[in-house]
């Protein structure tokens, strides 16, 4: 396998609106981020990926940009920005940024253009189609709810917009906008950027459902369900890597919902130059009902999980590379998801970071994650903030009836801003975040869960991350052993092994609070062991053959045979 240095690093994610506020103004900021570089160089990370921080009118918090070469006055100037980098290569920390170009703000200068007439030279840079008999020209859903179309008076014709309505979507057909963007990218690059996390990439092709006039005239398509990963993704993707991508060495990771294995080896395989790794969801979705949507809830089976994630190791295993994250600005904290947020708070979500960080793939942390940051549960919606998590609670209370506490039982859960509450540095007014009120209220544990708690125990959840990054740049196997599941039907233990020549891993995670036996399979052979990682205190010369694993007990053994 050929080695690369995106491989082997370890990529923090930061949401700059919670991550720290230097002015006051209660939303975090650029100038936060730079004073917070010391404590990521501690806890040892290579590599920030840096949600958006361009011009927005924030409908969805950033993701909606009206100027891509210019930073949001809330965050700071381009000075912030370009400081920001400068003390981040200081530190040898690399800066990778969020590329979104499925869609732009209806507020950029491109669509303001495009929406003033039929005739307009920016006309086709987004997707507008007459309506079909009074109708929509689809009944495609958009991912925020209600359709994917919006009706617009000036010229009587609707744009496509696949989340909120304020976020039409790029015509990715039109080679000028492949040039606008490709020389976007290239302004980063030589601003220095380490790289690019591309923000639903898999949806920038949609010829087959949007092919001519004819077809929605016809309804043709009308009724035809959306799909990502259309034909033209790769062309478009190559095109990006060979006229852009190439000429530097960078990060490049694909989220793409949706993508399969088989998929995902054609985005990431090497000789196919078009991305390094891509963010799938398929282990996101195991705790959802099948078939619905993530807010109908079941819970999550173990033999799920162990499939899904060996599945995805496998798979790509020799032909990709995975990403590997078990939270991020989208996802909920994932000790209240997969662990257990009370009792065993601290063993839980030592064994989550040990059970993903010992598989093989890039390890992503999102802030918070470190120090286990749980789930907030707001009193009322109104105190919620996200786009998505106030347009359910409509839907399903206001127009569908649904009871509201089983609402908010689904948004406790699921909801974005679970991720988005404010980084909890101290036990003091906000957590530290903001000396002014903050844009949303901080989780009220944070005088128990904060930085400054955690950087003073030597037992805490930080202290375990700092250990597994440290154990990744020390062996070698962590990153490019082969990956085998085993006790693959016992339902407490999720169990693997790494291999690499003589040298093989054997990690143990018990999944539940249960205290459960592990038995050594008898094909594992060794002559020696060493332990190199456990979340429990540990007699080092224990016998491994059969034990017991205490709750949410994880070890880490380095076996030599």
Known sequence: MKKAWWKESVVYQIYPRSFMDSNGDGIGDIQGIISRLDYLKKLGIDVVWLSPVYK?????????????????????????????????????????????????????PWFVESRKSKGSPYRDYYIWRPGVDGKEPTDWTASFGGSSWQYDNATGEYYLHMFSKKQPDLNWENPSVRREIYDMIRFWLDKGVDGFRMDVINMISKKEFLSSYEDFKNGNIHNKEYHPNGERVHDFLQEMNREVLSAYDILTVGECPGVTPEQARLYTAEERHELNMVFQFEHM?????????????????????????????????????????????????????????????????????????????????????????????????????????????????????????????????????????????????????????????????????????????????????????????????????????????????????????????????????????????????????????????????????????????????????
């Open 56 to 108: 927005s009118p924030n409908d969805d918090n950033g993701y909606d940009i009206s100027d891509y070469r210019d930073i949001m006055d809330e965050f700071g100037t381009m000075q912030d920005w370009e400081h920001m980098l400068e003390e981040m290569h200081k530190r040898g920390i690399k800066l990778v940024m969020d590329l979104v170009v499925n869609h732009t703000s209806d507020e950029h």
């Open 285 to 561: 979705s195991l705790d959802k009902q099948p078939g619905k949507r993530k807010w109908d809830l079941k819970p999550l089976d173990l033999h799920d999980l162990k499939e899904n994630l060996t599945k995805w190791q496998k798979s790509l295993g020799e032909q990709g590379w995975n990403s590997l994250y078990w939270n991020n600005h989208d996802q909920p904290r994932i000790v209240s998801r997969f662990g257990n947020d009370k009792e065993y708070r601290t063993e839980s979500a030592k064994m989550l970071a040990t059970l993903l960080h010992m598989m093989q793939g890039t390890p992503y942390i999102y802030q918070g994650e470190e120090i286990g940051m749980t789930n907030v549960r707001f009193e009322t919606i109104e105190e919620y903030k996200d786009i998505e998590t106030s347009n359910i609670y409509r839907d399903r209370v206001d127009k569908q009836g649904l009871n509201p506490k089983e609402v908010m039982e689904s948004i406790y859960a699921k909801s974005r801003d679970n991720g988005r509450t404010p980084m909890q540095w101290t036990s003091g007014p906000h957590a530290g975040f903001t000396t002014g009120t903050p844009w949303i209220r901080a989780n009220p544990n944070y005088k128990e869960i904060n930085v400054a708690r955690a950087l003073e125990d030597a037992n805490s959840v930080f202290y375990h991350y700092k250990k597994l990054i440290e154990l990744r740049k020390r062996h070698e196997i962590i990153v490019y052993g082969s990956y085998d599941l085993i006790l693959e039907d016992h339902d407490s233990i999720f169990a693997y092994t790494r291999k690499l020549g003589k040298e093989e891993l054997l990690v143990l995670n018990n999944f539940y609070q249960q205290e459960t036996v592990f038995t050594l399979p008898p094909d594992i052979q060794f002559h020696s062991k060493e332990l190199l990682i456990s979340n429990y205190t540990v007699d080092v010369n224990q016998d491994i053959k059969e034990f017991l694993l205490r709750p949410y007990e994880s070890r880490v053994y380095k076996l030599s045979r």
